[in-house]
């Protein structure tokens, strides 16, 4: 079955920076768009970035665009988002998620998060 | 920047009623509008995509309609395991963009 397992999070000091993975199986990688979707604590969702089946096209909301990085790796079927001159406003979990398409439309398959704080 | 705005933020309600969430967009999004279910300390769950296509293994009681800027989700018989909360989130605008959430408990 489809599953995606989020790791790297964790507590980071303001302005310094920090990796997460998203390892997926049970279904093609490549076939498919991926996500990461944040919650801080207490509050909604949002997303955050988004990357096409082949990788070719990146997206970001603009609260993180030129401090968060989205990438994939078909070789390991992971996903990863670097995080670099992170703010108390990424304190958050932060899921990785599946696109039903090979591009930008619903998030169908969720990770179970990782948690991110950040904090001096 | 796409808005979507939910109602209402929450709602108690009787196992067995009728319950109906909306959402409004900003802007005209078509069809292009999905509902997700939050169950208290797990990851979302995709309910329903394009207004009204039913994901695979969800009960038939969850239900969706709307077109535009106005669309809504219905359960139509409230069981215990619905508690949870509902967003609906838009799609393709950039940035993609979901309500704020509705919290549906039992009364």
């Known amino acids: 079955q489809v599953r995606l397992v989020e790791s790297g999070g964790g507590v980071v000091q303001p302005g310094r920076s920090l990796t997460l993975s998203c390892v997926a199986s049970?279904?093609?990688?490549?076939?498919?768009?991926m996500h990461w979707v944040r919650q801080a604590p207490g509050r909604g969702l949002q997303w955050v970035a988004g990357?096409?089946?082949?990788?070719?096209?990146?997206q970001y909301a603009d609260s993180v665009k030129g401090r968060l990085t989205i990438s994939r790796d078909t070789a390991k079927n992971t996903v990863y988002l670097q995080m670099t001159n992170v703010r108390g406003e990424d304190t958050a979990v932060y899921y990785c998620?599946?696109?039903?398409?090979?591009?930008?439309?619903?998030?169908?398959?969720w990770g179970q998060g990782t948690p991110v704080t950040v904090s001096s | 920047d796409i808005q979507m705005t939910q109602s209402p933020s929450s709602l108690s309600a009787s196992v067995g009623d009728r319950v109906t969430i909306t959402c409004q967009a900003s802007?005209?999004?078509?069809?292009?509008l999905n509902w997700y279910q939050q169950k208290p300390g797990k990851a979302p769950n995709l309910l329903i995509y394009?207004?009204?296509n039913l994901e695979s293994g969800v009960p038939l009681r969850f239900s969706g309609r709307g077109h535009g800027t106005h669309f809504t989700l219905t359960i139509s018989s409230l069981q215990p395991e619905d508690v949870a909360t509902y967003y609906c989130?838009?799609?393709?605008?950039?940035?993609?963009?979901f309500g704020a959430g509705t919290r549906v408990e039992i009364k």
């Open positions: 998620a599946r696109d039903k398409s090979t591009t930008t439309s619903g998030f169908d398959y």
């Open positions: 049970g279904f093609s990688f490549d076939f498919y768009g």
């Open positions: 990357i096409w089946y082949d990788g070719s096209v990146t």
């Open positions: 802007q005209d999004i078509h069809n292009f």
């Open positions: 394009d207004v009204s």
């Open positions: 989130q838009q799609y393709p605008d950039l940035p993609l963009s």
